[in-house]
């Protein structure tokens, strides 16, 4: 078996490309490694499917766990559905390869990339989507590549091609590029509020790094490339557009111009579809259908190239009418409805406990996530009927959007420990529902009282050319345009700068032209949906709703979180069964105790500094008598820690019998007279009587113990001195032999 290697350094590390050894009988097959990352892709073609109108490209990333040395944390113990990482990967591995099929070919394509190896430092996305270029490149596929992908961070001023895990850590750019020589193909991006002209130089930067991993691919295919396969190119006869062309005239640019809102422009283009088909009768349905929509696209075109007018009446730049409301649901920890134009996304913030994180069972380092936003939607969103379940690969990506939108801006969880979500939910929809996302997001949030740094709101870009090189674009794209227009660029940040980036296109490639004016003209949308938010809501409330957990933070020794934990759990289970709130505790010994309930905390508190406070010379506790002797009685002070009162420090009198005095489970109020080295604990009740009446004093009887300074004691009223100034053998350990108490064993 003899194979291929290819390798080139790139940013800050090598890539190699080996083939020829794994997979032989794909049409093409690549194992691409990057330190030791290494993933095997492969590219595999299939027959057309009869009556197929479509390019059915599929892409599979398979994570295997052995390739970071873990078993799969599910019941089955093997994997099963892909992870959110995983379709992620999918999504942006098929974004720039799919403009670069031909026109017209109708072949299944399959693109499955396996995870060998995940070293915990190389992300492994950036390697699918080379690989799969690769892959393409030296099979037989047709395939207008090769592309290239880069990763590149920025740290400290300085930007950083294709960063490790640990480099995005510190990086306020995550922006992934992918291009083919030509020009940019798709981009990915979260920041950290950063101005447009640092974006613009990494894409530069990115951009021109591809052409080093295109340059390693063109390589391998001179020396291992197979022959392009002939393919039958699927298409409608230009006499047949023609016909249809006579037949609606000047019909469609009177439906772009007197329809009232998408139903309706909807309607009258489908009776003109009907027409022409009821009209060519004698041809084929379906040619004469894709005829029309030839003709939809080109007149569609011009309208806008040559009018500067959009389908709906707008101009280039304008933005369909917004509104924003807040507080819709009562019961709701925070809500926002934004709408524009026709699209309405609803907003619903959540804000739980620490424990309320997402366990992530991927390759990567991430194995919780704080922030989650989950996007749906339904078909009733575009009028239609259609399953509902489990969101898909677009809900996932959508959904992904908006949270790395909002990044930027979340409280840290020392400001705010809470664990958010968001559920987005698209009730209409014509036109980027991802980026109403961001902004009903951005309104739920402020309602809930989250304190983020500011507003973020985001708008699409779309892109519509010629074949004379002419090119317009469009703020705010509605269906239509994004249906048939070249490109959906989205863009989301707050009024200082840029926090996430989406770009997608249908052309081979746009250039930097297009890029600057894109970026220059969302700002500019971005600003003005801002101010709508910020008359809606200036800033986030001051006050959380009542159903809403307050987050309460203590702090307990180290050497005391197995007291609060308890065997198995036992302990804090009883607690969180008791009053109802949520406990959490972590290693540092930081325990944050949630509940809407302000009594329930209180509880939880009292309960957990029982648990782990040590008792000292002084304090005074209300406890039960736990335990009778014939010498004195054992009172619990704090849970599992109790004391002895000796029979003579029960009365001012002289005691015959423990049980003249007290009986078990009486409740009673003790002071701390002595600890001996064994920790056992000395207790008396006689010092805090007074010789009126012989009662018990009501001070400090919450029952979490108090220091006493000599300030603070009671007086005698019979003018013996303070225990204080007692000689050892009233206020020393009791004598030898006897019970004195200490902490209990747990049950």
Known sequence: MTSSFFERRIGQADISLETGKLALQANGSVVIRSGDSMTLVTATMAKPREGIDFFPLTIDF????????????????????????????????????????????????????????????NPLDILVINGASAALTISDIPFNGPIGATRIGYVNGDFVVNPTYEDLELSTLDIVV?????????????????????????????????????DLQVEMASAVGRQKAEFEIAGTPDEIVQQVTNIIGDKLNNAFDESKGKSDQASRISSLKEDAVENLSDLDASEVSEAFEILLEREFRAKIINEGKRPDGRGLKDIRELDCEIG?????????????????????????????????????PQDTKRFMLHYNFPPYSTGETGRVGSPGRREVGHGALAERALLAVLPDEDEFPYTL???????????????????????????AGVPIKKPVAGISIGLVTN????FATLTDIQGMEDHFGDMDFKVAGTADGITAIQLDIKVQSIGFDVIEATLEQAREARMHILDMIKDTIASPRDQMSPYAPRMIKIQVPVDKIGAVIGPGGKTIRSIVEETKATVDIQDDGTVLIGSPDEAATKRAIQIIEGLTKEAKVGDVYTGKVVRIMNFGAFVEILPGTDGMVHISELSNEHVPSVEDVVKQGDEVTVEVIGIDPSGRIALSRRSLLEDSGGQNTSANREGTGTDRGPGNRNPRGDGRPRRDDRGSGRSGPPQSGRRSGGQRRPD
């Open 178 to 214: 992918a291009g083919t020589r030509e020009g940019v193909l798709m981009m990915e991006a979260g920041a950290k509020e950063l101005p447009d002209e640092i974006v613009l130089e990494a894409i530069h930067l990115g951009q021109s790094t591809n052409e080093e991993i295109i």
């Open 62 to 121: 398979e994570e295997r766990m052995y390739a970071r040395g873990k078993i799969p944390g599910s019941f089955f113990k093997r994997e099963g559905r892909p992870s959110t990482e995983a379709i992620l990967t999918n999504r942006l591995t098929d974004r720039p390869l799919r403009p670069l099929f031909p026109k017209g070919f109708r072949n299944d394509v399959q693109i499955i990339a396996t995870a060998l190896s995940a070293d915990q430092e």
């Open 328 to 364: 819709l649901l009562p019961r709701a920890h925070g809500s926002g409805l934004f709408t524009r134009g026709e699209t309405q996304v609803l907003g619903v913030a959540t804000l739980g406990s620490i424990g309320d994180v997402q366990r992530l069972d991927t390759l990567s």
């Open 467 to 470: 074949e004379n090189g002419q």
């Open 421 to 447: 979500r968001i559920v987005a939910e698209a009730l209409s929809s014509n036109g980027s529902t991802s980026m109403a996302s961001t902004c009903a997001a951005t309104l739920a949030l402020m309602d």
